[in-house]
């Protein structure tokens, strides 16, 4: 009921996709990834965008304009546009619902790799400070749940049949692999 008033919703509301509601009393923020008992997930593959914005529903509303069943990734780390916070981890319903990616056709990659999208353009910058952050603490959380040895952790053009430079010729390797390690 609180919900309700705070939003000025009706008695009967119809919620879209995507829509906002404030939440009187919420705590802040915080991440919570879910992790699912499966052996399914054997490699991680870290992606770009491509874009200077975006966000989950975005990718969500091009990826079904394309013909795919919705956003693509299992994981979109924001860097800060369309009203997201700077790092924001958003989980798809794609992670939730423990579906195959639709993120890397490549050596099955989509079967048995957690795609994961950081929003921006890494052939012209390089991820943001706390887009790093996000990425390497979500990678560490997976790859420990999971048992998925380093040499599994790849950028989408390295994977094997992959044409592409995804995630980025800027995208910082060297500092992505000396942090994850050091956590």
Not at 16 to 23: A, F, H, I, N, T
Not at 166 to 180: I, N
Request: with cysteine; charged share 25%.
């Amino acid at each position: 009921l609180e919900i309700a008033k705070a939003n000025r919703l009706p008695s009967r509301p119809v919620l879209k996709k995507g829509e906002r509601l404030l939440v009187p009393g919420a705590a802040p923020l915080q991440p919570v990834i879910t992790m699912y008992p499966s052996k399914r997930w054997k490699y991680i593959i870290i992606h770009h965008s491509a874009t200077d914005e975006g966000d989950s529903l975005f990718f969500d509303k091009a990826h079904l304009h394309r013909g795919w069943d919705g956003v693509g990734y299992h994981f979109v780390i924001d860097n800060g546009s369309k009203d997201r916070i700077d790092g924001q981890i958003e989980v798809s319903p794609r992670w939730l619902k423990q579906l195959p990616g639709a993120h890397c056709k490549a050596d099955n990659m989509n079967e048995q790799g957690i795609g994961i999208c950081l929003v921006g353009n890494f052939n012209e910058q390089k991820p943001s400070h706390k887009q790093m952050e996000s990425l390497i603490d979500l990678v560490n959380q997976l790859r420990r749940y999971y048992n998925i040895p380093s040499s599994r952790i790849l950028g989408h053009g390295q994977v094997r049949g992959a044409k592409t430079d995804c995630p980025g010729k800027r995208f910082p390797w060297h500092d992505f692999w000396k942090r994850l390690t050091e956590r």
